[in-house]
């Protein structure tokens, strides 16, 4: 294998949070979410780095060249009295897909979660990303079609905190 492709997974470091939150905005626009993408560095290296981290990421790079990120944070479950590993974001650059980065990318997560114990690995998709869906379920993914996600945020978010 030549340097030109050789994939290194590694620890998003600080001084990689300029990149994660290109990496971020790269994917909103993908996603047709770009305008909820607020997301600033200092909130970013605070979320990652802060003194109480929330979550972690971990960079690709493609011969050296930053080719994807994957950032996760662990979750709970009560039923198996076990933490779980949370796949929040994963993207990588379209110049760099077919080069089976994403699928390292989530074998090294899988592999973190076995590692620390995890009873599960998991994360959303969005129903119309057909190409992601099948590629997930090509890799033993099986789609939760049971649950749906529910969210509260900004106002409807602050009313429910100062309900009573």
């Not at 294998?1 to 994939?7: F, G, I, K, P, R």
Request: with cysteine.
């Amino acid at each position: 294998m030549t340097q030109s492709n050789v994939l290194d997974i590694s620890p998003a470091q600080p001084a990689d949070v300029p990149l994660v939150l290109e990496l971020i905005r790269d994917l909103a626009r993908y996603e047709k979410l770009e305008h909820e993408c607020i997301a600033t560095e200092q909130q970013l290296r605070q979320s990652l780095f802060g003194e109480r981290p929330a979550a972690e990421a971990v960079m690709a790079r493609y011969g050296g060249v930053p080719a994807g990120f994957a950032l996760f944070f662990h979750n709970f479950s009560t039923f198996l009295a076990r933490p779980g590993l949370y796949l929040e974001d994963l993207f990588v650059r379209p110049e760099f897909r077919s080069h089976g980065i994403g699928k390292a990318l989530l074998k090294h997560l899988a592999r973190l979660a076995v590692q620390r114990g995890c009873g599960r690995f998991e994360w959303s998709v969005l129903d119309w990303n057909r190409s992601a869906r099948d590629f997930y379920e090509s890799l033993g993914a099986k789609p939760m079609s049971d649950w749906i996600v529910h969210r509260v945020s900004g106002e409807a978010l602050a009313k429910l905190a100062g309900a009573d």
